[in-house]
């Protein structure tokens, strides 16, 4: 069946091509033809008709392919982040979620501010508890379909109803998704997402009744959106584009004038956000950045690898072998290179040739573009994930639906689809869920999942350190310590792998090889924990080395004044010396902190108050 199709876009190819000079053909004729797409139109005839039911079988298939997470457990950060949090156990606490980063029970500095997440985890441990993750994963589910909702609500009021639903279909069902929908602890993109796409839909309200109310609330959600996840800083950018195509019969000057009145707002709520954000972080990063040359040089190679999992998202894991480049390297940087120059030649051409085409490029683009530019603040050796394509997949879905949509008419129909664009549909259809399908089970389990990670990135560091803490849990202590010893051979200067090493040698009380790794992590990051240094010291006072012990302790209060415990382990290391009043004062020191220690009590008690 021939659907009738009518222009609803200004083509922009006129203002670069002349018409006299140009003569469209091969990939240019497709791109030509992606600019004329059917008018939106929730009544017209085929498969896809009515948007309802598109919405409802969409959410149906992708809450079935979910429906396995539900017997998950917790897994990767969920427990630092969920199950032993102090943080999201008490309501006392929500003030500081305001004004600490995200992993201040653990960390003294950060470099991610995000308190409307740690209000939503605070609401499902208010609800739930942590001795059950069923109604975690289920309140993850439901904020994926709910951002998927949202996604199509939005989509049909600038795209055909066949369009959005198979773009809808893509971004509901890619399996890249699965690290944010899997895992607990990866519901930030969907629930930014549903905030972000909540408040472009009310901004495209805001010329109905109760316009200004529809505005405010737009303005409302931008905020709330950069309060879950920093990626929303894209949304004043998504705001220009679609007040664009809004304008799209304007003369140019007039649309882009009006777009940037619109896009005001939204910049003002994100610059001021920004700084409130930097504020708090002491300058908005945990560590000293990268250098720029190096993080240059790697940016090639991170959009190849999201070009690869966008398009085959296949044998997924929250490890990958990527790592910052070090020094230039012609072999891996120039193939990347030309991919990124190719790709990024192509999407230039999409964007000028029509307003259409340029939302799904927005769409696309802009959601990668703080992933790219975070490489300089990332760790060296975890500076890639599926999670960062979860909106980029909305402007995929468009764009495969544009081409789709052109395919020939003629021919059989079936389900009153050209047969083509039915082939097509189902073959997509197949493809993404079967992956999804497949790409979700290695989240049932921490052991599954490392070993996933191994697997993937034999050469990851964080991937052997994850599977030797995971093995030692289960009991295998030497097995760890094998595992381990292989992390630090892979990764010399990272953190974890020594921190981890030490902790195990410690275990198993090798107390020489403990103090050494306890000392190298020390000495690769001074500032990240204070528990290199207590730790430490109890292996020195192991080792009856109480002078080495007590500048252990001393080193942790000097750069951490203020937690408890700390002076509780000098006090009793002064006990050891006979440095009696030094201990005194200590414990004194400790039960300021923590009027509850009976420890501190019971120290007191013993050399006498």
Known sequence: MNHKRQRTDFNFSHEF??????????????????SYVPAPDNRQPGLLSGSRAILALILGVTALVY??????????????????????SSWSYLPKYFTEHVWAQISASGTYY?????????????????????????????????????VFRLLIKTFSL???????????????????????????????????????????????????????????????????????????VLIFVYSLFEDRESPRFDAYKRAVLNTLPFAVITVAELMVRARVLRGGVADEPHP???TLLTVPSAISFYIQHLFWPVKLSPFYGLELMQKFSAVVVIPAALVALCAVALLLVLAFRSRTLLI?????????????????LFDSNDIVHDRYLYLSTIGLGLLLGLAISRLPAAGTEIFRLPRAQFACIALIAIAIAAGTALEIRPWSNNLALFLRGVDVAPNSTPAYSHLAFEVYKRGDAADAERLYKHAVALGPNDWPANFGLAMIEMRMSNWNEADRF?????????????????????????????????????????????????????????????????????????????PTSTEARMGLAEIGQ
């Open 518 to 594: 306890f000392q190298r992590a020390i000495e690769i990051s001074p500032s990240v924990s204070n528990g290199s240094y207590l730790l430490q010291a109890r292996v020195r006072v192991e080792m009856q080395h109480y002078d080495a012990a007590e500048k252990s302790v001393r080193e942790a209060i000097d750069n951490w004044p203020n937690i408890a415990s700390q002076h509780l382990l000098l006090a009793q290391i002064l006990t050891k010396q006979g440095r009696i009043e030094e201990a005194r004062s200590e414990y004194q020191k400790e039960l300021t902190l923590n």
């Open 360 to 376: 799904a490029v927005a769409w696309l683009v802009l959601p990668v573009l703080p992933a790219l530019i975070g490489i300089r």
């Open 162 to 236: 066949e369009v959005a639903g198979i773009a809808t279909f893509v971004f509901a069902l890619h399996p890249g998704h699965v690290e944010s929908v899997a895992w607990i602890s990866g519901c930030t993109e969907p629930l930014m997402t549903c905030a972000l796409v909540g408040a472009i839909l009310c901004w495209t309200n805001r010329r109905n009744s109760r316009g200004a109310l529809w505005l405010a609330a737009s303005w409302l959600l931008c905020l709330a959106s950069l309060l879950i996840k920093e990626t929303a800083v894209l949304l004043p």
């Open 17 to 34: 091509c002349p018409a006299s000079t140009c003569k469209p053909h091969g990939i240019i004729r497709l791109i030509q033809q992606m």
């Open 114 to 150: 995000r308190p409307l997440f740690l209000l939503w985890l605070r609401l499902n441990h208010a609800l739930f508890g942590v001795q059950n993750p069923f109604p975690w994963h289920l309140t993850t589910v439901l904020l994926h379909l709910l951002a998927v909702t949202l």
């Open 292 to 294: 720029a040359m190096q």
């Open 67 to 88: 429906a396995g997470t539900l017997q998950f457990g917790f897994t990767y950060d969920d427990t630092p982040q969920i199950v032993t949090n102090p943080r999201i």
